[in-house]
T-cell receptor, first 109, second 114 residues
Framework: GQNIDQPTEMTATEGAIVQINCTYQTSGFNGLFWYQQHAGEAPTFLSYNVLDGLEEKGRFSSFLSRSKGYSYLLLKELQMKDSASYLCAVLDSNYQLIWGAGTKLIIKP | DAGITQSPRHKVTETGTPVTLRCHQTENHRYMYWYRQDPGHGLRLIHYSYGVKDTDKGEVSDGYSVSRSKTEDFLLTLESATSSQTSVYFC?????????????FGPGTRLTVL
């Protein structure tokens, strides 16, 4: 079967750095996505990785290792507005997105 | 953000009644999707469309049907709603130039079946 694993909840301090991990086992791989979802709102696109390595976008970076079936989202200089759920999703061989259950990130002052 | 709207945004209905949710896009994207989101679960695909009148089932399609008669509209119908269909429903689109595989989401519809 297909599976995406990510921690259910994480807590971090304002101004700090946090890394959210995602491991996957899917039938084929055509890319990995990270989305942010604030409570009561729709998911919004953060990043896309299809090749190994680090993609940086401002305070957010995403890393991919296809051989290890592993990705992480790195958030720097945390702000209170970063409190949200972060969803990892893999595009499988049929170009369907397989979603993890999401990681709820709580930011404390 | 992509131009995607969903209607209604909230609905309360009773078991056994039919319900139709509408997704409307102004981006002319080829692909449209319906997902449901429940606590403890990832987004689960109900149905998707790859063009006008072209639709296919997703992971959790039982009890749902869809129609797409125009590029911009994708309808999700619960023929006879059950309490297990209480959920938040999201529509998504993809197929834009430059990022064809990235899905963009509508604001969601919160459906309660009593």
């Amino acid at each position: 079967g297909q599976n995406i694993d990510q921690p259910t909840e994480m807590t971090a301090t304002e101004g700090a750095i946090v890394q959210i991990n995602c491991t996957y086992q899917t039938s084929g791989f055509n890319g990995l996505f990270w989305y942010q979802q604030h409570a009561g709102e729709a998911p919004t696109f953060l990043s896309y990785n299809v090749l190994d390595g680090l993609e940086e976008k401002g305070r957010f970076s995403s890393f991919l290792s296809r051989s290890k079936g592993y990705s992480y989202l790195l958030l720097k200089e945390l702000q209170m507005k970063d409190s949200a759920s972060y969803l990892c999703a893999v595009l499988d061989s049929n170009y369907q997105l397989i979603w993890g259950a999401g990681t709820k990130l709580i930011i404390k002052p | 953000d992509a131009g995607i709207t969903q209607s209604p945004r909230h609905k309360v209905t009773e078991t056994g009644t039919p319900v139709t949710l509408r997704c409307h896009q102004t981006e002319n994207h080829r692909y449209m999707y319906w997902y449901r989101q429940d606590p403890g679960h990832g987004l689960r695909l109900i149905h998707y469309s790859y063009g006008v009148k072209d639709t296919d089932k997703g992971e959790v399609s039982d009890g749902y049907s869809v129609s797409r008669s125009k590029t911009e509209d994708f309808l999700l119908t619960l023929e006879s709603a059950t309490s297990s269909q209480t959920s938040v429903y999201f529509c998504a689109i993809s197929g834009g130039s430059g990022d064809a595989d990235t899905q963009y989401f509508g604001p969601g519809t919160r459906l309660t079946v009593l």
